[in-house]
Nanobody, 122 residues
Framework: QVQLVESGGGLVQAGDSLTLSCTAS????????IGWFRQAPGKEREFVGL???????IYTDSVKGRFTISRDNAKNTVYLQMNSLKPEDTAVYSC????????????????WGQGTQVTVSS
């Protein structure tokens, strides 16, 4: 079983940067693709990005050029670097381990972290 723990959320102003961490146990992050999702109040969970085992990483259009996902195998941690944050980025951000299926669907992921709140003020 994989356990994922997110951290790094907080309250920032528009234009600021923030880095979220997703630390895994039970499996190495080098052996599984990790996705990031977010859910704003009253909205459905939304795919943010995916760091692949091979091939290019994938980002939703609204964060392309602003968000970057990276992996530190030594720390068994995946990061979501968020730059130029906007109020519409406000959400609970969760990481998840990819299982199979379409990368942008929540049902394609097997294990989830508890989420971390990101609030961007205007």
């Amino acid at each position: 079983q994989v356990q994922l723990v997110e951290s790094g959320g907080g309250l920032v102003q528009a234009g600021d940067s923030l880095t979220l961490s997703c630390t895994a146990s039970g499996r190495t992050v080098s052996s599984v693709a990790i996705g990031w999702f977010r859910q704003a109040p009253g909205k459905e969970r939304e795919f943010v990005g995916l760091i692949n085992l091979s091939g290019p990483d994938i980002y939703t259009d609204s964060v392309k050029g602003r968000f970057t996902i990276s992996r530190d195998n030594a720390k068994n941690t995946v990061y979501l670097q968020m730059n130029s944050l906007k109020p519409e980025d406000t959400a609970v951000y969760s990481c998840a381990s990819f299982n199979s299926g379409l990368y942008y669907r929540s049902s394609s992921y097997a294990y989830w972290g508890q989420g971390t709140q990101v609030t961007v003020s205007s």
